[in-house]
C-alpha cells in the first residue's frame, strides 16, 4: 500500500495567512477548500493512493481553540474530500511527543495502522516542519512554497505551487 501524507491548513485547506505567517482556519466558517484539491485527491484516490491528512493543531493546547472545533473542521473535511484518515498533534513544542512534526510519529503511525509502504509515498506540506517529518519517515517529500515569512525547510524532493501540481507529479512518477 502507498499513500500520500497531506498537511492540512494550507494543502488542503486554506491558511488564514496574518502579516505572512499561515494559522488554521478558527471555525468552519473560515474553511475553504483550496481549488482543485477535490481533482487531485480523486485523482491520487484512482491510482490506489491512501489519503492520510497528518497535522499539528497545537491551538488545542494553547487554549486558543477547542477539540471539538478542530473535529468539526475535519470531519467537514471528510465528508467533502475522499480522505482516509486523520492523525492530529493537539500537543505543543514543549509536550515533546512524537506525534507533532517535525517528528515523523504521526506519519509512521498511520503507516503501521495501514500497512503502508513509506518508501512508496509522499508527504505534501507547506512547512519546514511538515517536509522534515517526511524526510525523517523516509517519504519522498514536496513543498508547497507560499513564500511564507518563517523558517524554510532545508531539503525536499520536489516544490511547488498547489496540491494539484504535487499529484500531478505523483501521477507521473507512478506511471513513469
Known amino acids: 500500500m502507498k499513500a500520500v501524507f497531506l498537511d492540512r491548513d494550507g494543502v488542503v485547506n486554506k491558511a488564514v495567512v496574518i502579516h505572512q505567517k499561515p494559522y488554521p482556519p ?3 466558517n473560515e474553511l475553504e477548500i483550496l481549488p482543485d484539491v477535490a481533482l487531485a485527491l480523486n485523482n491520487l484516490r484512482e491510482e490506489g493512493y ?5 497535522t499539528n493543531q497545537p ?11 478542530v473535529k468539526e ?3 467537514s473535511l471528510q465528508k ?7 492523525f492530529c498533534c493537539f500537543h505543543d513544542d514543549s509536550d515533546s511527543c512524537e506525534c507533532r512534526k517535525p517528528k515523523p510519529g504521526a506519519i509512521l503511525n498511520a503507516a503501521q495502522k495501514h500497512n503502508i509502504d513509506i518508501t512508496q509515498s ?3 506540506g507547506d512547512r519546514w ?8 519517515a523516509g517519504c519522498k517529500t ?3 512554497d507560499y513564500g511564507y515569512n518563517e523558517k524554510q525547510p532545508m531539503n525536499w524532493d520536489y516544490r511547488v505551487k498547489s496540491l494539484y501540481e504535487a499529484s500531478k507529479i505523483i501521477l507521473e512518477k507512478n506511471n513513469g
Open 129 to 136: 516542519r511538515d517536509i522534515e517529518a517526511g524526510e525523517m
Open 26 to 28: 478558527a471555525n468552519l
Open 59 to 69: 491551538d488545542v493546547a494553547r487554549g486558543k481553540v477547542a477539540l471539538e472545533t
Open 73 to 75: 473542521i475535519n470531519s
Open 142 to 144: 514536496m513543498f508547497i
Open 80 to 86: 467533502q474530500l475522499p480522505i482516509d484518515e486523520f
Open 50 to 54: 491512501k489519503l492520510i491528512v497528518v
Open 122 to 124: 509522499f508527504m505534501v
